[in-house]
């Protein structure tokens, strides 16, 4: 199936070029590029050599062999020289995207002596007395460790730890941009189920929750069940539930659009991994009835379970798919109201959807090459969303996690409940009044600053109001108050070494 090459941001690229314009215009320096299929973002003139300017030309490209190419046409221009080729998502990534500052400035002995030793000592003395009170005394009140083993990234698969790091590195830079959560890249080197258990439970004093990433199914199920279970702290895969939040988000605000209610509409979704079975269990949550789910060997049914399939796969063949259907997804798209796929890229053809109910709603979720075509699914669908920033109605899950931890590190919750998921989706779809909606705009944009704080109040509420929302003890995490602080044991003189 033929692919669609669109230019990116993620693939942009600067070429400073040496022009003799006797030889070659300017202007014919940016239609050689432009006829390549790139697009031209900018164009400085920075310099001049003898009689040749310095030009830098700055444009998106759709892959590494775009970037490649547009080299060699410049190369080929008579009076051209390219001196230097620039990547632009490389250069932001030299020596990491992450630092650790302090809070204060240590400027005198003083300072240092409060910071460190020895009067560091009488907070730890605190600690040890009542350690809850590391919520309000450290970091723990507002730190998430995200942890990965790099064995799912998106787009890619298993490549390891080392290689994710970025991946961590910039969702460390979302938590704090967005929600204001200070998030700590936690990579590890192994894949061993009961080791990433251990290693998880043997660094969790230090932090508030935990945000598991781009672990393969059916391992994160297991690693997050066990570690809600064993953790006094939230664990979160976002994989699975910060998309499934932004897609209820999505698809309420669709629903409305089209004049459905989510328990009347017939909804497939193409993979249930991770993120597929996530999605199932909150549409649920929020009212769905009829969900058909398919996997690579077509529909989930409960009149199709084998021994050896495992335990989540068969829990979506038992509770989905009431209507017994079975066969490939483009047979189980007929009729259909929703179709949702967090699968693979070109699966379909957008022919494949004229045979969906009227009004139909497509979220073409794979990343970086959607299930089908967006732009030709238009012609068959009323609403069309991505996972991806080049078309409108980008399902993103950076609408989610930082508001989200926001309000559960603010209210010191315990365990992440699907209410609060469900909570929190419903606060994003909020976030657009119903007279602003639009085929095109059904989910707000990711600076959106309005949507952190909306997710983050809807938290905070829920685990106020709802009985079964488990909270941190509030009085033992507080911090001390001065009166109370007079009162601590008198440490300076004890010697730290």
């Given at each position: ?11 942009t ?15 014919q320096v ?6 390549t ?11 001049q050599?003898?009689?040749?300017i ?5 444009a ?44 204060f400035?240590?400027r ?16 730890c ?10 919520y ?43 929600g204001?959560?200070d ?16 290693i998880?439970?043997?660094?969790a ?12 199914a059916?391992?994160?199920?297991e ?20 998309t ?20 009347d509409?017939?909804?497939?979704v ?29 529909a ?5 379970i084998?021994?050896d ?6 829990w ?6 009431p209507r017994?259907v ?44 959607p299930?089908v ?8 669908a ?7 920033s ?30 609060l998921l ?19 705009y ?23 109001t709802l ?14 108050d001065?009166?109370e ?13």
């Amino acid at each position: 199936m033929p692919t669609t090459n669109y230019t990116s941001p993620s693939y942009t690229a600067s070429y400073r070029i040496l022009l003799d314009e006797s030889a070659t215009t300017l202007s014919q320096v940016v239609n050689a590029i432009a006829d390549t299929g790139a697009s031209i973002k900018g164009m400085d003139v920075v310099g001049q050599e003898e009689e040749r300017i310095k030009v830098d030309v700055t444009a998106d490209t759709s892959d590494s062999e775009h970037r490649r190419k547009i080299s060699e046409v410049l190369a080929a221009l008579p009076g051209v020289e390219l001196r230097t080729v620039a990547d632009q998502t490389f250069l932001l990534h030299i020596d990491g995207k992450i630092e650790m500052r302090p809070k204060f400035p240590i400027r005198n002995r003083d300072d240092l002596s409060r910071v460190y030793t020895p009067g560091v000592a009488r907070v730890c003395q605190a600690l040890y007395d009542e350690p809850r009170k590391a919520y309000g005394l450290t970091m723990k009140s507002n730190s998430v460790a995200v942890l990965t083993d790099g064995t799912a990234v998106l787009g890619m698969g298993d490549i390891g730890p080392t290689a994710a790091l970025p991946v961590m590195e910039g969702k460390a830079v979302l938590f704090k941009q967005f929600g204001n959560v200070d998030a700590w890249p936690v990579v590890v080197d192994t894949k061993d189920t009961e080791e990433i258990i251990r290693i998880a439970k043997a660094i969790a004093p230090a932090y508030g929750g935990i945000n598991l990433e781009d672990i393969s199914a059916p391992r994160c199920f297991e690693i997050e069940r066990r570690l809600k279970a064993e953790l006094d702290i939230p664990v979160f895969h976002d994989d699975q539930h910060g998309t499934a939040v932004v897609c209820l988000a999505a698809l309420t605000n669709a629903l409305k659009l089209v004049d459905k209610k989510i328990e009347d509409v017939r909804i497939v979704v193409s993979g249930v991994g991770a993120a597929g079975s996530a999605i199932i269990k909150l549409l649920q949550a929020q009212g769905a009835r009829d969900i058909v789910g398919y996997g690579r060997t077509g529909a989930l049914t409960a009149d199709e379970i084998t021994p050896d399939m495992n335990a989540d796969r068969r829990w979506l063949a038992e509770n989905t798919n009431p209507r017994r259907v079975s066969g490939s997804l483009k047979d189980g798209l007929r009729d259909a109201d929703v179709f949702i796929g967090v699968s693979q890229g070109n699966i379909l053809e957008p022919e494949d959807l004229a045979v969906m109910a009227d009004r139909a709603i497509v979220f073409a979720m794979a990343n970086p090459t959607p299930e089908v075509d967006p732009v030709a699914a238009t012609r068959y669908a009323e609403i069309v969303a991505t996972g991806r920033s080049d078309f409108p109605n980008q399902i993103n899950n950076v609408l989610a996690f930082p508001g989200l931890f926001r309000g559960i590190l603010d209210a010191k919750v315990s365990e992440i409940t699907t209410e609060l998921l469900r909570v929190a989706a419903v606060a994003i779809a909020n976030a657009i009044p119903e007279d602003k909606l639009r085929p095109t705009y059904i989910i707000p944009g990711v600076f959106d600053q309005r949507v952190p704080r909306e997710v983050a109040n809807a938290v905070r509420e829920a685990a106020r109001t709802l009985p079964h929302i488990e909270t941190v003890d509030q009085e033992s995490a507080r911090p001390l108050d001065e009166d109370e602080a007079k009162q601590w044991p008198d440490l300076s003189e004890v010697d730290q070494h």
